[in-house]
């Protein structure tokens, strides 16, 4: 069923169990500005769907390198290399994890932002509205919104089986260099030796901003 919603132009399905729904969630916690798994695209995310082997983000840690192989198309190797992408994507920083879970009005920059104040999902968890509302460039709706997610029953069993399957990171390091400090930068067109997305992560750990 769809619904408008106050303030917004979209058009939101509130079934919670409508499969196209739960495949495009799959699909961008997969996504690479979120977990960036390898090898898992919409065909093969349809496919597991329809064999019932997953039904939830979570469920892609559950995956054995047999049930993979039960999907067309895919042999050994191939399952093998999509098994290793998805473990491999369990050491993702905590900005990476947080972009994953679809918080509403949470981005990618966003979560970025969130990420360098709070260091863990406990942190999350433990903040309180005021203090989500006081972090430079978060605004009320959107610290109403992280809130409400980090406190809603079924989000909060979804971290604990990320947190038992091996997935509970932790902010980068807050060792930085210093070398850019105090300098601001903004990044337009296109740069000769890297992408914008690799200027902006060498600025942020070199001090600047």
């Known amino acids: 069923m769809l619904e408008e919603r106050e303030?917004?132009?979209?058009?939101?399905?509130?079934?919670?169990?409508?499969?196209?729904?739960?495949?495009?969630?799959?699909e961008y916690w997969t996504s690479k500005e979120a977990m960036d798994i390898e090898f898992v695209g919409p065909s093969l995310?349809?496919?597991?769907?329809?064999k019932k082997l997953v039904s939830t983000p979570v469920d892609l840690y559950r995956?054995?390198?047999?049930?993979?192989?039960?999907?067309?198309?895919?042999?050994?190797?191939?399952a093998s290399n999509i098994y290793m992408s998805i473990q491999e994507s369990k050491t993702r920083p905590l900005n990476r994890l947080v972009t994953a879970l679809g918080i509403r009005h949470v981005g990618?920059?966003?979560?970025?932002?969130?990420?360098?104040?709070?260091?863990?999902?406990?942190d999350f968890k433990n903040a309180t509205l005021e203090q989500l509302s006081d972090i430079d460039g978060i605004g009320e709706i959107i610290a109403?919104?992280?809130?409400?997610f980090f406190h809603n029953d079924a989000n909060i069993k979804l971290l604990e089986e990320l947190k038992e399957l091996g997935i509970n990171p932790i902010a980068k390091s807050e060792q930085k260099s210093v070398i850019l400090s105090g300098k601001v930068f903004?990044?337009?067109g296109t740069l000769p030796s890297m992408s914008r997305d690799e200027a902006k992560a060498f600025i942020e750990k070199n001090g600047g901003t």
């Open 186 to 188: 903004v990044l337009t």
């Open 63 to 78: 995956l054995t390198i047999e049930d993979l192989m039960t999907l067309d198309n895919i042999k050994e190797k191939s």
């Open 144 to 148: 109403l919104s992280v809130y409400e």
């Open 108 to 122: 990618k920059e966003t979560a970025d932002i969130l990420s360098n104040e709070l260091r863990s999902i406990e």
């Open 45 to 50: 995310i349809q496919q597991l769907y329809d």
């Open 7 to 26: 303030n917004e132009v979209g058009i939101y399905c509130n079934n919670p169990e409508c499969s196209q729904l739960m495949c495009a969630k799959i």
